[in-house]
């Protein structure tokens, strides 16, 4: 797998990629993207994915497009995974309701260690869940993290709405 570290305005983001695409982002700095932090010139994977980044990260990306590879997860991590990537931009789901859309509407802490486990946080937007009643309640980055996620989304979509 090859690193990079880019700066946000929530702190470092490693990103890791294969040959098929972007299969980790972690907060802070992991060793092996320290060794190299900017690999991005010689490489057009992982240079997408920081542009990407960048763009969400200034308000002027909704959507990422860079391929990603999951390559770990049981079946039920997966399609929360999957689930959560169909969450828009600028809106929250209640792990409950992640649980119900996946078939199990008892799952609701299930969907919570799945998100905990979620490889690929930011782009598969794990911070779009949120606890009953909206209660920001648990993610991997911390909440200020999630809370700065949720309140960047909410208003680049405010903004849109009101042009």
């Not at 039920?76 to 959560?84: D, G, L």
């Not at 802490?109 to 782009?123: M, S, T």
């Not at 909440?143 to 960047?152: V, W």
């Amino acid at each position: 797998m090859r690193w990079t570290v880019l700066d946000t305005p929530i702190g470092a983001l490693s990103v890791g990629a294969d040959e098929v695409g972007v299969c980790r982002v972690r907060f802070g700095p992991v060793e092996a993207a320290t060794e190299n932090p900017s690999p991005t010139a010689d490489d057009p994977l992982l240079a997408a994915a920081v542009a990407e980044l960048r763009a969400y990260f200034a308000g002027e990306l909704t959507e990422f497009t860079v391929p990603l590879h999951v390559r770990e997860g049981s079946e039920f991590e997966r399609a929360v995974w999957a689930e959560m990537s169909t969450i828009p931009y600028g809106e929250t789901r209640t792990y409950g309701e992640v649980a119900a859309a996946v078939g199990d509407q008892g799952a609701a802490r299930a969907v919570g260690v799945a998100c905990n486990r979620n490889p690929i946080p930011v782009i598969v937007p794990c911070h779009r869940i949120v606890g009953a009643g909206g209660k920001l309640v648990g993610f991997g980055g911390g909440l200020p993290r999630k809370r700065h996620l949720l309140e960047l989304e909410a208003g680049v979509a405010l903004q849109r709405a009101w042009r």
